[in-house]
């Protein structure tokens, strides 16, 4: 220092100074870029548990906004989400406090509170006095135990914090074992929080690779990401499922079914069944409408006739009763709902069956609202098992799929039911616009929409016997944009069979045009000061609807009903039946 001169002494210690600063600056740069952070995530914020008794449900590695519950040392599921995800015949009678699961011949029962080691249906629960499921703050959750007994899925919980993970029990895995001590990771990056921690030699799977980071699962059960060189000996395993389905057995036939339904307001009309037939011809099975619900216990009325039975076996023909909910003094929600009333209805139901030897059951619930549907589809589930123990044919009745019937759940029907009968018809009703009754587009439409949900070999697709009379007044002059055909302008609107129709037509001096798109003739013509409009079924509509059906391959088809029939149209059916 003593040959540096005085004056620059300061300056050389600010350099020294600057020099040490820029040092440890460096230091601290090149330690926060490249040292890993040893910060450990928040684990209940990470899977975003908010109470002790919560887990988190993670579906194929996704986490899901469901949580479940512990409850008494046993995790559970909300009963919607078990309903809506899982597996859709656990079913929850909220009204008498029951759960019940439609198995192919018997319905396993569990009262609120029953424990699930006093299931006879399940397996290894010895000692589980936890319930099978429990309402709390008016949300019911169901046992993952009783769940996974009946679902084709893994279930694997871990504790600290509680996870549920959910899988398909099939597909195919890649894993990999860790080379040495390392961390996982939220993200991919060594300044992620550290999710866990695994050894050398632990098995990992591999969700997904990125350049230098991999998403793994652990086998604790934990989701993250390690470097792509702490991984090694990759392998890829097929895995396939332990799980038996039960066999809900069909009396599906190995033939067409050819179904005509037999409207019946009394007794006597049992006595029309010969004269009905007469000139029948391709028919097999024939659906008198006998019972009907009387009242919200489940009981109902019955005009079943053995003797009308017997003649129509002497014909060759099976007998589908029908059971309806058209008293409209009857809440079909009141009598589904009550697990009580549904069984009277159908132990009663299936014993009237038997009684006068019927071969099967058709069932036409409609006017359905959504809040009845599960109930419904209950109800179809527990009448299989009756039907399936006594060799009875099930069948039930749907309207053309829409939005707004999607309740019908006609995929649960067709897993459980013989057949699903499409009713394509009433396009255009009494009280809507005027229009065809069944238009091919609709037909087709019906059918398409149905297959979505129901096998080929279990849809029959039903066809009309009748047409409808529109009426308008022929003074009334429609104001110009306005459609001349919507219901403000129909004066009425009435059902009749064939041959009224086409009478009503010639009488009235109407000139026929057939219309390519509806696959109907269309005739209008004008009495007494209105103006009648009808979209004709007849042989020929009728012939177009068969071969549309016959390019489907279906289970069968039906009619609506015996008796509006023109006689030409059963050399038609038979053709059909005989391709």
Request: net charge negative; hydrophobic share 35%; charged share 25%.
């Amino acid at each position: 220092m003593r040959n540096i001169p005085r004056r620059w002494i300061p300056a050389i210690i600010a350099i020294v100074l600057i020099a040490i600063i820029c040092v440890v600056a460096g230091l601290g740069y090149i330690r926060e870029r490249y040292t890993p952070s040893t910060e450990r995530a928040d684990l209940n914020e990470l899977f975003q548990i908010t109470a002790e008794d919560e887990a988190a449900v993670i579906v194929d590695d996704l986490l899901t906004e469901e949580k479940a519950k512990i409850h008494e040392g046993e995790v559970y599921l909300s009963y919607s989400y078990v309903s809506s995800s899982l597996n859709k015949k656990v079913y929850i009678d909220e009204r008498e406090r029951l759960l019940l699961y439609a198995l192919p011949d018997r319905v396993v029962q569990a009262a609120e509170g029953t424990a699930l080691s006093d299931v006879t249906d399940l397996e290894n629960t010895e000692g589980k006095t936890a319930p099978v499921w429990y309402e709390q703050d008016g949300t019911c959750y169901v046992s993952v135990t009783f769940v996974s007994h009946f679902t084709d899925q893994s279930f694997q919980f871990f504790e600290a914090p509680g996870r549920l993970y959910i899988d398909d029990s099939e597909g195919t895995r890649r894993q990999a074992q860790i080379l040495e001590d390392t961390q996982v990771r939220r993200l991919g990056g060594i300044k992620s929080e550290i999710v866990t921690d695994v050894t050398a030699g632990a098995q990992v799977e591999i969700l997904d690779s990125m350049d230098e980071w991999s998403q793994v699962r652990t086998e604790n059960g934990f989701i993250g990401y390690v470097r792509n060189d702490t991984l090694s000996g990759e392998t890829v395993t097929e895995y396939t499922s332990d799980f038996v389905e039960p066999e809900y057995t069909s009396l599906t036939k190995d033939y067409d079914i050819c179904l005509v339904w037999h409207q019946v307001f009394s007794s006597d009309d049992n006595n029309d069944l010969s004269s009905l037939l007469e000139e029948a011809r391709g028919v097999n099975t024939i659906a008198p409408t006998w019972f009907s619900l009387s009242d919200n216990e489940g009981n109902f009325t019955s005009l079943a006739d053995t003797s009308y039975v017997e003649t129509a076996h002497e014909r060759g023909l099976e007998v589908w009763g029908l059971i309806d909910n058209f008293n409209k003094d009857v809440s079909t929600y009141e009598v589904l709902s009550r697990t009580s009333t549904r069984t009277a209805l159908v132990e009663n139901l299936t014993q009237a069956a038997l009684d006068c030897g019927l071969d099967g059951i058709n069932v036409d619930f409609e006017s359905l609202t959504a809040d009845v549907g599960p109930h419904f589809v209950q109800f179809i589930r527990e009448l299989s098992v009756a039907c399936r123990q006594n060799g009875l044919v099930l069948s039930v009745d749907n309207y053309v799929p829409t939005s707004g019937t999607s309740f019908y759940d006609r995929a649960e029907q067709a897993a459980v039911a013989d057949y699903v009968i499409v009713m394509g018809y009433d396009e255009h009703w009494s009280t809507s616009d005027a229009g065809s009754t069944a238009s091919l587009p609709f037909v087709q439409s019906g059918i398409e929409n149905t297959l979505l949900e129901v096998p080929q070999n279990k849809l029959i697709n039903a066809m009309p016997f009748y047409t409808r009379v529109w009426e308008f007044d022929a003074s009334v002059q429609v104001p110009a944009g306005e459609d001349p055909l919507a219901a403000q302008y129909v004066k009425s609107s009435t059902a009749v069979g064939m041959d009224r129709a086409r009478s009503l037509l010639e009488d009235g001096g109407a000139q026929l045009n057939w219309n390519s798109e509806t696959g109907q003739y269309y005739g209008e013509y004008e009495q007494d000061g209105s103006l009648y409009r009808i979209w004709l079924e007849d042989a020929t509509s009728l012939q177009a609807k068969l071969d549309l059906t016959a390019s489907y391959d279906l289970g069968g088809i039906a009619f609506w009903k015996l008796g509006l029939e023109s006689s030409d149209v059963w050399p038609e059916i038979e053709a059909y039946m005989n391709r």
